[in-house]
């Protein structure tokens, strides 16, 4: 990142004079907002926190933004760090959810602790530059063979506290958990800290039966969550086959059983091609269930409606309006980055949050919308101390040259300068040349 326009406060108490923040990002409204959403503030920072937010003109003197705009750092609450920058070696062949599924289960075979450490690290260091506090990374959990990856996030977990806080779900077909390695997968995942997640997609076989013990593998998935105290994260209906209604049947078992751990659902794309008045009831139980959706757009527009010389004729997305609109929290997330699910992307969450304000109109106004890569995915994860500008916070802030939202959207924002406690950060973008001891074979 470039920092040629700012330079690291020396003092340990100095004021951020004429910032723009939007106002979704702050616990209060401090006047009104202009028609982007946007106000002008003067931020305080003390010993690394911010210790006031006031309006603009309150500063004696500081570091002047010019009418910048400043967000807090930002929360990926769904990525896949194990698998991340495997495409020069497992290139998707066609670009389909089947290609991808085929192309990671082949190099996953030759995963290593080395291998997978050097690529999540990279990852970690990628989210790190672009202005990211927190993440959730799935753990291809395939037992015993998972052990490694598990022990990698551990690792990593730790040493990158303080810079990332991490969390970390397990990700298998629903049915791994009806065998005992299910249960030793469920207690890894519980003396990990982790959470506990399945994938779903690979129910839609090839005859297009989904199985007869369905309804008795969820019950005992949750049950196993249940024992442990364990949230749960799940890979929902990520296909473009409207018959795929798992977002329906988790969130009436969370109602049934009454669950009580947060559940987090990622992609739910079909449920965009279920008639109206289904999609209305799911929505409605997921309301009711407490459920919060993760989209990630980038990866839906890539793998969903994709057929060899036929243009794609929609988004990939689920339905966020609605399910906004209904009162369920919606979040933003990048998934995969250059492995056979996504082909490309960098752990950016500016990145995600413009997409994704393109390809489902989170604009006009961008209302709320800002707290779907913020506050949003910062409370869904537990993790309420990143993702929002208030007072008493770590300094931990994006400041853009961007004033306004289509000068922030319109540029990648390169030249963003990242504070962490206060402090302009140093780190920079790894090179892809670091993976080639691990990637060149
Ligand atoms: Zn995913």
Not at 308 to 334: D, M, N, Q, Y
Request: aromatic share 8%; charged share 20%.
């Amino acid at each position: 990142m470039s920092k040629t326009w700012i330079a690291s406060p020396h003092s340990e108490d100095f004021w951020l004079r004429d910032a723009r923040v939007p106002t979704a990002l702050l616990p209060e409204e401090p006047e009104p907002a202009n028609s982007d959403g946007l106000v002008r503030l003067d931020l305080r920072i003390t010993d690394g926190r911010i210790t006031a937010i006031a309006p603009f003109g309150s500063a004696p003197d500081g570091v002047n933004l010019d009418g910048g705009q400043v967000w807090p750092c930002l929360v990926d609450a769904h990525v896949h760090l194990d698998k991340t920058q495997i495409w020069p070696r497992a290139a998707n062949p066609n670009g389909t959810h089947a290609g991808a599924r085929m192309a990671a289960q082949l190099d996953r075979a030759g995963w290593s602790e080395e291998d997978i450490a050097a690529r999540f690290g990279f990852g970690l260091a990628c989210a790190y530059a672009h202005g990211t506090a927190a993440m959730r990374t799935h753990i291809d959990s395939y037992w015993p063979h998972a052990r490694i990856g598990w022990h990698v996030f551990r690792t990593l977990r730790d040493a990158w506290a303080g810079r990332i806080t991490l969390q970390a779900v397990s990700l298998c077909p629903l049915d791994h958990f009806m065998s005992e390695d299910g249960i030793a997968l469920a207690d890894e995942v519980a003396n990990s800290g982790g959470v506990l997640g399945m994938a779903t997609m690979g129910l839609v076989d090839p005859d297009r039966q989904m199985p007869s013990d369905l309804q008795d593998q969820l019950d005992r998935f949750f049950g196993l969550a249940e024992e442990r105290g364990l949230a749960l994260d799940l890979h929902i209906d990520e296909t473009g086959d409207s018959r795929a209604r798992m977002l329906h049947m988790v969130a009436a078992t969370a109602l049934r059983r009454g669950f009580s751990q947060p559940i987090q659902c990622g992609h739910c794309c079909s449920l965009a091609l279920q008639s109206e008045e289904f999609a209305a009831e799911t929505i409605r139980l997921c309301a009711e269930a407490r459920i919060a959706i993760v989209v990630l757009p980038m990866c839906n527009m890539y793998l969903q409606g994709r057929d060899a010389g036929r243009t794609p004729r929609w988004r990939g997305i689920t339905l966020v309006h609605e399910f906004h609109a209904a009162g369920v929290p919606v979040s933003f997330a990048s998934d995969n980055c250059r492995d056979p699910f996504f082909a490309y992307g960098d752990y950016d969450l500016v990145e995600v949050y413009r997409e994704a304000v393109r390809i489902a109109h989170l604009d006009h106004p961008f209302g709320e919308w800002p707290q779907s890569v913020g506050p949003t995915p910062a409370t869904a994860l537990g993790l309420s101390q990143h993702g929002s500008i208030r007072t008493g916070a770590s300094a931990d802030l994006i400041l853009f040259r961007a004033r306004s939202m289509t000068e922030l959207l319109a540029r990648p924002q390169s030249d963003r300068v990242i504070l962490r406690n206060g402090r302009v950060i140093e780190a920079s973008l790894p090179d892809y040349r670091e993976l080639d001891p691990v990637l060149v074979r």
